[in-house]
């Protein structure tokens, strides 16, 4: 848990204010985070985001799952995925395929 939350991450909700606010503690190198104004807090402070879909996109370079059918698994779940967010990461997993 981080010492301290910035008041500049009042407009987040709770769990994106203590994920920032330990990063930028502990200097992460990294922060996993799917809201889109949380994201952008994060790299206005120069983090990198990384959120569920970058990770289930590694996850499926390394052989572990099958991504198309993972997202679309997500997708049927109560997690918000913006329609076009999840078509473009899927035409970009596609391209660094060589599909």
């Given at each position: 848990m981080p010492g301290a939350i910035p008041a500049?991450?009042?407009?987040l909700d709770f769990g994106e204010r203590q994920a920032l606010a330990l990063a930028m503690e502990i200097?992460?190198?990294l922060v996993l985070l799917d809201d889109k104004v949380a994201r952008r807090v994060a790299l206005k402070?120069?983090?990198h985001v990384k959120g569920t879909l970058g990770i289930v996109a590694d996850a499926a370079?390394?052989?572990l799952l099958d991504f198309v059918e993972t997202v679309e698994?997500?997708?049927r779940t109560s997690?918000?995925?913006?329609q076009d967010v999840v078509?473009?990461?899927?035409r970009?997993?596609?391209r660094s395929q060589g599909k």
């Open positions: 500049r991450y009042d407009s200097h992460a190198e402070e120069l983090l370079r390394a052989n698994e997500l997708q997690m918000h995925l913006d078509d473009e990461v899927i970009e997993y596609k």
